[in-house]
């Protein structure tokens, strides 16, 4: 005897000039979970403020399960359990995807120019292109990375310029040590912002007993200062030090 089969309804907006993404997504979420969705889209505004009025909503889209309404996008995923409630949302993903890309891309250079995938410059590389893109977190919002790193930075504390600086500063030096170019510039900047760094996360974290969020990937992730935070400025500062001792590849 075969399975009842499961129906979803789903309403949400879809006009000539903007089709809701949230709407799209929840379609998607109810197949996967193997629903027959009967699609309603919403092309007018005016049927779209109809819908919202009759069902006491403010928001499309809008699930529907047997006679029991769902919610939105959100609503759906907590549903179904793909969002658990937490009292933290702490994660090192950001951390872990910049580290693992960074690597990649210097394993596959390595392949590229020398054949080989583990050379003394993929270890050069995967530094300077984890800065990099640690660097290019933070320019998305430089506002944003400013305020959080001004709350454990000791010379940001002091000079709020700096803050506004520092994601250019490590961008140029990681840019200029992929390449070891102008190392009388990169090597000064890796020294200086990694050390300064460095202390003030270690002030923070081991001396303070601070807990609080770091600025090391940007202002909208979660990632608590510690470890991550020390390990970047550190990196920069073996990489500085690196390139002193061995000028020439």
Same mark, same amino acid.
């Given at each position: 005897? /075969? ?5 979803? @309804?789903?309403? @949400? ?9 949230? &709407? ?7 197949? %996967?979970? =193997? ?9 007018? %505004? ?9 069902? &006491? ?6 699930? +529907? ?11 759906? %995923?907590?549903?179904?359990? $793909? ?8 994660? $090192?993903?950001?951390? *872990? ?16 120019? $020398?054949?080989?995938? +583990?050379?003394? %410059? ?39 310029? $700096? ?15 992929? =390449? ?5 510039? /990169? *090597? ?5 912002? &990694?050390?300064?760094?460095?202390? /003030? ?8 007993? @601070? ?15 510690? +470890? ?9 500062? =073996? ?11």
């Amino acid at each position: 005897m /075969s399975k009842p089969q499961k129906t979803a @309804r789903l309403y @949400r907006m879809a006009m000539e000039n903007h089709v809701c993404p949230y &709407g799209i997504k929840s379609k998607w979420v109810l197949e %996967r979970e =193997g629903y027959t969705v009967e699609d309603h889209p919403l092309t007018t %505004r005016e049927a779209t403020d109809a819908f919202k009025a009759e069902h &006491g909503v403010k928001t499309t889209p809008q699930s +529907f399960i047997g006679d029991e309404r769902i919610g939105g996008y959100t609503d759906l %995923r907590k549903h179904f359990g $793909y969002d658990k409630e937490t009292t933290s949302d702490t994660s $090192y993903r950001p951390v *872990i995807a910049v580290f693992a890309v960074g690597a990649a891309l210097a394993v596959a250079l390595s392949l590229f120019v $020398y054949q080989a995938p +583990f050379t003394i %410059r993929t270890g050069e590389w995967f530094v300077a292109f984890s800065m990099a893109m640690l660097a290019m977190l933070k320019l998305q919002d430089v506002e944003q990375f400013s305020t959080m790193f001004v709350g454990y930075d000791l010379l940001g504390k002091k000079w709020v310029p $700096y803050a506004y600086a520092y994601p250019f500063l490590e961008a140029t030096a990681a840019v200029l040590m992929a =390449g070891r170019v102008l190392p009388w510039l /990169s *090597i000064p900047i890796a020294l200086f912002i &990694g050390t300064i760094g460095a202390v /003030s996360v270690f002030y923070a974290v081991y001396i303070q007993k @601070r807990s609080i969020k770091c600025a090391c990937v940007g202002g909208s992730a979660n990632v608590p200062l510690g +470890f991550v935070s020390l390990t970047e400025n550190l990196a920069m500062i =073996g990489m500085a030090i690196w390139m002193l001792l061995r000028p020439m590849v």
